[in-house]
């Protein structure tokens, strides 16, 4: 107790001694009107209020009423900081724990009074801390185990919102703290939009409503049994879980941008706890692990798991309802009977179970998007075994239809071997054997199906299947030889007219088309090959039309051979009509009629098959020819156009004919026509390169020069779009980058970004408001430029800081704005001239410093040219702005007398080479090197600009115009896979076509890998 006496008297002291009369700031005595000590009284400056009516009264005695009036206002202020103080010391004594009352209180206290002594406000913020963090912690379970009760019983949105309503806490002391970090908090307030947004989505009532009713209509379509209604209904809830899926992701992408953001603030504040805004708002939406269903994920999360539950249990339900009906209906013994396969309660529930079956799981699949371990697993399991022993009970009893135990059979001599039979329908016991543990709920099923195996076998072992007689075998057997033959023939053509994934040769397709049984031999073969691509398929229509042919002539000799047949064994049975006159043997007649009529049939099938294979080739070849025709015509127009110079026309009409051979090619593939196309197309579309690469080397240099100019002129921006404008230009027919260019670039590139923000474009959305700042500063500086001037230095200073405030707001948003930077460094040298210029140099090594380092380059950079602009005559200031600019990349040093030599030793080695290659691609290329490296030690070389276009020239540009007509058939599907959102197998398309290095210069193949990587 005398502890806490103790501390108690100490508080009281800091509280109500802390209205001591605190020294000023300025020794300077202001005469201040009473509406400045009114204002000094509205933002609690008390003390400075008071000093200023003790001068007031001294200067104004008349007027001690009005000022009196004003003291007597603060002392009742300072009365109630004492109250609320006492009331603080009070609460503290009677009620430590109650951390929300002292936290408001303390709150209140940090309002009273702007500058408070320096011992009070700390203890004033030490306690506010201490009860901010117990009363916050205690609010935080609260709110969490609040929203989890909502959750729990139903009231979703309910939770969610609830959840919500902790996120003021410590966010008032976040933004203060943070507040000169626009950038850091733009992001947290991105992130809370995106909560606020998805929340407002999650709990509009028409998103509920769909919600509950789609659930209560697949609820209801599941009692009625209609499985075509429930997929469509299950499709309606599928929609409104994805969206309420997007929403969970919504709030997580939210979570990972605010932690984020904390991780960085823990760079800068180490000493930073979870107890703190971005961690309490983060688990406000995530919720915590010791409390179930809290937080806004929790009630998004728990309204999933509430209607993913409701669907499962009305699917189980329905499996219930039906499965006594399915039991009952099946027979007590597996050979009871032979029609048990057509009972239709047994048809029925079967489907119905399967049908829930193929429901529950595709619920469990929906409700694993959200949850690893999904609740309904269970409910999934039970259906699914009963799908599964529902699925076998009809295997065994479809089998053991198959066996006929009483079966009377003839010509024992002949029968084929029984037990073989008898195996190849029920294979071994062990396939029927279940597995797995049965559910409680379908144990007499289990027990029933373990009943059928038994008897199955105990069946299986006492008989043998005894089959067709020898001859009612040998003709089926003959037949089907027969039929299969013509089918396989089929096989064969149906293999060539959906296409061969492999393509063959010239050669071998003329064999073929002469010699049908040739492709018969190599038919194993070709349908055996693999290809990396075998979405492309090579189509041969004359090969088709060959099959065709060849099968109808075979169909012909096969019926004629089986009408023979037929009425040779109609003959022989006719001889012997006393003998064949049994019931058993008349039966075996009439099946083997009936096998000849059903392959008589199945040949007029497969005839129609073949009929239908030759007239859609047909129709093939005669819209390939079409194509061809229409390919060798644009062929023409683009010739024409290259004689005109019409290089774009051309370059289109060459594409419009590579579209139209390759359309041809994909009709009827044929690899010499192919190669063909390939080599005329590829040798025009050289030519329109080579033709238009005269024209562009000179356009190129133009741009360079007229480029040169401008940057050596300080227009920067203009050198940048006649560079850019070079860089297309040169791109038209050359794949390699010009280095004239790339290196010019990199001058002008880094000149700009030096410049970056040192003025504000008139375009800028903030130009009008940054320019009436600007205008505000320049004010206050020529009044306060007139008051040093007329001797009024107090005024003067007044001025110039208002100048410098202002400014401020400006450089807050521009720091290295030219004029706002120069008017600071005037401000500054009229406030303090003598401080300014010793100050003066070690500002200037400063900057130097920092242009050292690239992270501050741009800004020491802007200062020195600042410096330079006020004082333009300083001793090395304007060569040191010259080597700094050097240094940066922004200005080219003046070429050495040495490197002048060397490049012109360069210039005359490319010369020699030059003149030697003639037309050799190589040693151009390596005139080509040496010329770059002396235009790159000597940028003004005008003799080597003028050979290296020469070379340039000769070269004639590497571009290709079109792709390969193969390579075109696998650009077209890739543009397919990617409309067919096949991103993967569109990327591996693309890459193949880039394996080749000139592919990569066709604009149409940059836009679809960009596409592609834009979707990955």
């Not at 590497?958 to 990327?987: H, M």
Request: proline share 2%.
């Amino acid at each position: 107790m005398k502890i806490k006496r103790v501390f108690c008297f100490v508080i009281s002291v800091f509280l109500i001694f802390q209205f001591a009369y605190s020294k000023s700031k300025d020794n300077s005595e202001q005469d201040l009107s009473l509406f400045e000590i009114d204002r000094l009284i509205r933002q609690t400056e008390y003390d400075e209020a008071l000093k200023q009516l003790k001068i007031y009264i001294e200067k104004n005695p008349l007027k001690f009423d009005l000022a009196q009036t004003r003291i007597k206002k603060i002392m009742n202020a300072r009365r109630d900081y004492s109250l609320l103080a006492q009331r603080l010391i009070s609460l503290i004594q009677t009620d430590p724990g109650n951390s929300k009352e002292i936290y408001e209180i303390t709150s209140q206290l940090e309002q009273f009074e702007k500058n408070p002594s320096d011992e009070n406000l700390q203890f004033i913020a030490d306690l506010k801390k201490s009860a901010e963090f117990n009363y916050f912690r205690a609010l935080f379970m609260e709110i969490q185990e609040a929203s989890a009760q909502l959750t729990k019983s139903g009231m979703f949105v309910e939770g969610a919102n609830k959840a919500k309503e902790g996120f003021w806490l410590y966010k008032e002391e976040f933004y203060e703290t943070w507040k000169d970090s626009p950038q850091l908090l733009a992001r947290v307030d991105s992130a809370l939009a995106k909560i606020d947004e998805t929340l407002e989505l999650f709990a509009e009532s028409s998103f509920q409503k769909k919600m509950a009713d789609a659930v209560e209509a697949f609820e209801k379509s599941i009692n009625h049994e209609n499985y075509a209604d429930s997929l469509n209904k299950f499709s309606n809830c599928v929609s409104l879980f994805n969206e309420l899926n997007a929403q969970i992701k919504s709030f997580e992408d939210a979570n990972i941008q605010l932690l984020s953001v904390f991780e960085e603030t823990k760079k800068v504040q180490p000493d930073v706890t979870d107890a703190s805004f971005i961690p309490f708002v983060t688990r406000f939406v995530s919720g915590v692990a010791s409390v179930e269903n809290s937080g806004i994920l929790g009630a998004l999360k728990g309204e999933w798991e509430h209607n993913i539950n409701k669907m499962a249990v009305a699917v189980e339900k329905n499996v219930k309802e039906n499965y006594s009906k399915y039991h009952n209906s099946l027979k007590q013994k597996l050979f009871e009977n032979k029609s048990y396969i057509s009972d239709n309660q047994v048809k029925k529930s079967k489907t119905i179970i399967q049908n829930d079956n193929d429901l529950i799981t595709k619920i469990l699949n929906l409700d694993s998007v959200v949850f690893e371990d999904s609740k309904i697993q269970v409910f999934a399991d039970k259906i699914n075994y009963l799908a599964f022993i529902n699925q076998k009970v009809f295997e065994i009893t479809e089998a053991s239809t198959k066996i006929n135990k009483d079966e009377k059979f003839k010509n024992p001599n002949e029968v084929i071997d029984i037990i073989s039979q008898v195996y190849a329908v029920i294979g071994t016991k062990s396939s029927w054997e279940i597995l797995l543990p049965t559910p409680e709920e379908w144990k007499n099923i289990t027990e029933k199906y373990n009943g059928y195996v038994s008897e199955l076998f105990s069946v299986s072992q006492q008989v043998c299947l005894r089959g067709w007689a020898a001859l009612d075998e040998y003709y089926v057997s003959k037949n089907n030889d027969l039929y299969l033959q013509i089918k396989n023939k089929n096989q064969v053509a149906k293999f060539f007219d959906e296409g061969l994934i492999n393509p063959v040769t010239f050669e071998v397709q003329s064999v073929y088309t002469k010699d049908p049984n040739k492709v018969y031999e190599d038919y194993k073969k070709l349908s055996s090959e693999k290809s990396l691509q075998d979405s492309i398929h090579f189509y041969y229509p004359d090969i088709c039309i060959s099959l065709g042919n060849n099968i109808l002539e075979s169909i012909n000799t096969i019926q004629s051979f089986l009408e023979d047949d037929k009425n040779n064994l109609l003959e022989d049975f006719n001889k012997n009509a006393e003998l064949n006159s049994t019931e058993e043997i008349q039966n075996t007649m009439n099946q083997i009629l009936l096998t000849f009529e059903k392959t008589k049939e199945n040949l007029v099938a497969e005839s129609d098959f073949a009929k239908k294979i030759i007239d859609k080739n047909k129709q093939r070849s005669v819209q390939s020819q079409l194509a061809a025709n229409e390919a060798d015509l644009r062929f023409s127009e683009a010739k024409s156009a290259l004689d005109n110079e019409q290089f774009d026309i051309a370059r289109r009409r060459l594409q419009d004919s590579l579209t139209k051979y390759d359309e041809a090619l994909n009709l009827q593939n044929n690899s010499k026509l192919r190669a063909e196309c390939d080599e005329k197309l590829m040798n025009l579309g050289n030519e329109i390169t080579k033709r238009e690469n005269q024209i562009v080397v000179v356009e190129v240099r133009q741009l360079k020069n007229q480029a040169r100019d401008a940057y050596f002129n300080g227009r920067f921006e203009d050198a940048e779009k006649l560079l850019t404008q070079a860089q297309s230009r040169w791109a038209v027919t050359n794949v390699e980058e010009d280095e004239e260019i790339v290196s010019l670039m990199n001058y002008v590139n880094t000149a700009i970004s030096m410049q970056t923000g040192r003025e504000i474009a008139a375009t800028d959305p903030l130009y009008p408001e940054m320019s009436q700042l600007l205008n505000i500063a320049y004010q206050y500086y020529d009044q306060g430029s007139a008051k040093f001037a007329s001797g009024d230095k107090v005024g003067g200073l007044d001025s110039l800081d208002k100048a410098l405030e202002t400014l401020q707001r400006l450089q807050y948003v521009f720091p290295i704005n030219q004029e706002a930077s120069l008017l600071t460094l005037k401000i500054n040298k009229l406030k303090e001239p003598q401080k300014f210029a010793s100050e003066f140099d070690q500002k200037i090594k400063i900057a130097r410093e920092l242009c050292k380092n690239k992270s501050t380059q741009q800004e020491g950079y802007a200062n020195l040219l600042d410096y330079l602009a006020l004082e333009p005559n300083y001793k090395g200031l304007k060569d040191l702005v010259y080597q700094v600019e050097i240094d940066i990349g922004i200005r080219q040093k003046k070429v050495a007398k040495t490197e002048v030599n060397r490049a012109q030793n360069y210039v005359k080695d490319a010369q020699v080479l030059f003149n030697k290659a003639g037309n050799d691609e190589d040693k151009l290329k390596k005139a080509l090197d040496k010329i770059n490296q002396a235009i790159k030690l000597n940028p003004d070389n005008k003799e080597a600009m003028a050979l290296k276009d020469k070379i340039t020239t000769k070269i004639g540009g590497n571009t290709i115009t079109v792709l390969s007509t193969e390579d075109e058939r696998i650009y077209q599907l890739a543009v397919k896979k990617l409309q067919e959102n096949d991103i993967i197998g569109a990327n591996a398309l693309a890459m193949q076509l880039l394996k080749k290095k000139q592919n990569g210069s066709l604009k149409k193949i940059k836009d679809l890998k960009n596409k592609i990587d834009a979707r990955l």
